[in-house]
Nanobody, 124 residues
Framework: QVQLVESGGGLVQAGASLRLSCAAS????????MGWFRQAPGKEREFVAR????????YYANSVKGRFTISRDNAKNTVYLRMSSLKPEDTAVYYC?????????????????WGQGTQVTVSS
């Protein structure tokens, strides 16, 4: 069992930056690929970014590529999502998730563990 706790969300203006953090409960954090997803009201949960177990490989949704950066610190059992040039359409609840498989996956169903989410609101 892996418990994930997100933090760092908030209300910002368009063009601002935020950094989300996701702390994991287990020392075996490095055994999991990690992902960030988001869900806006009335919409399905969508893939945002993914990072491999050792951090060497990262993947992004086209909508955030060039603006968001995913990273991890395995010594701190934490994954981050740095978000820049935020837009109102980035408004959503952001979730981190852990995946025991280390391949490429954009599907929420591939991830075994989820955090409770953190709200990001971008005003225009």
């Amino acid at each position: 069992q892996v418990q994930l706790v997100e933090s760092g969300g908030g209300l910002v203006q368009a063009g601002a930056s935020l950094r989300l953090s996701c702390a994991a409960s287990r020392r075996t954090f490095s055994y999991y690929a990690m992902g960030w997803f988001r869900q806006a009201p009335g919409k399905e949960r969508e893939f945002v970014a993914r990072i491999s177990r050792n951090g060497a490989n990262t993947y992004y949704a086209n909508s955030v590529k060039g603006r968001f950066t995913i990273s991890r610190d395995n010594a701190k059992n934490t994954v981050y999502l740095r978000m820049s040039s935020l837009k109102p359409e980035d408004t959503a609840v952001y979730y981190c998730a852990a995946d025991q498989a280390n391949g490429i996956s954009y599907q929420a169903s591939s991830y075994e563990y989820w955090g409770q989410g953190t709200q990001v609101t971008v005003s225009s």
